[in-house]
């Protein structure tokens, strides 16, 4: 499984966590290789080099994918990708140390309004992290600098040594350091405020017509046999409703939203797509 996450990143526990529990009904292991950089670009050119035979497979997320329409556009397309299954749907989120100047979006507004710029970062450039920015300082009407990092852990590193001043990031990212106190989520990206993270407002809430989330998934290499794409995509389901996983995912305030080949399809088709409009 190559993995265009981090070490330590969401994507990079949770499909740690998956071959984990899908071995047993794939009769062999599942051994998660970490390739970051290039948005995404390190994991599409180890996946592609290799046959679409089953036995190499990606895991990513929607930021990746996104990224096809912009920076990774030159070297791979969209249709040079099988998808695979759904794992789970997470809106963006904003986040701030929680002993910062910033309590609200509104702050972020003010303060880049008064200082001429503020700094942001997150995953990747022309990624949907980037994408959600660019869209809220166009809406609000301030100039943002962003910095693009390798992934979410990078992001929360840069974030906590004070060399960026806000970043955009997946809930999972962010979650034990909003329980411990140190970082502050000031918005997220879904059409409803999270369960788990009841302070947090909605982009909307705050006057922002911002609707963004994040999927993460498995795909293959384009021309991968129908029945290898059916056999992966069970056995990942199957190893989503082991008891071991269900336990992971709730003590980690993260979801389970499951999705078919199909399914998986037509919505990543959809968002990426919206992407497009976006990034125009």
């Known amino acids: 499984v190559v993995n265009s996450a981090t070490a330590g990143s969401p994507t990079d526990v949770l499909a740690r966590q998956i071959a984990h529990y899908a071995e047993k009904y794939l009769g062999q292991p599942m051994v998660v290789v970490n390739k970051p950089g290039g948005g995404g670009g390190a994991t599409f050119a180890a996946l592609l080099s290799e046959p679409a035979d089953g036995y190499t497979v990606a895991s990513i997320n929607a930021s990746q994918i996104t990224a096809l329409q912009s920076q990774l556009k030159k070297d791979f ?101 909003v329980e411990a106190g140190t970082i502050r989520i000031i918005a997220v990206s879904g059409e409803q405020r999270l369960e788990f993270f009841p302070d947090a407002p909605t982009f909307k809430e ?58 998986f399809a037509a919505y990543a088709k959809k968002d990426f797509d919206q992407m497009a409009e976006m990034m125009k």
Request: aromatic letters at 10%.
């Open 77 to 177: 397309s969209y249709d040079d990708f099988e998808f695979i299954c759904s794992t789970q749907l997470d809106p963006y989120a904003v986040a701030v140390l929680a002993d910062g100047p910033f309590k609200t979006l509104q702050d972020v507004v003010d303060f880049a309004k008064k200082e001429g710029t503020v700094m942001i970062g997150g995953q990747g450039t022309g990624t949907g992290h980037h994408l959600m920015i660019l869209r809220f300082a166009k809406l609000a009407g301030f100039d943002a600098t962003w910095l693009p990092f390798q992934g979410g852990a990078d992001s929360v590193t840069n974030l906590l040594g004070g060399h960026v001043q806000v970043i955009a990031t997946a809930p999972a990212t962010v979650n034990q350091y």
């Open 206 to 263: 705050s006057g922002y017509d911002i609707l963004m989330t994040i999927y993460r998934g498995f795909i293959a290499k384009k021309g991968l046999p129908k029945e290898v794409k059916a056999k992966l995509s069970a056995s990942i389901k199957s190893a989503l409703e082991e008891p071991g996983f269900r336990e992971f995912v709730k003590k980690s305030n993260q979801t389970i939203d499951y999705m078919d080949s199909e399914e």
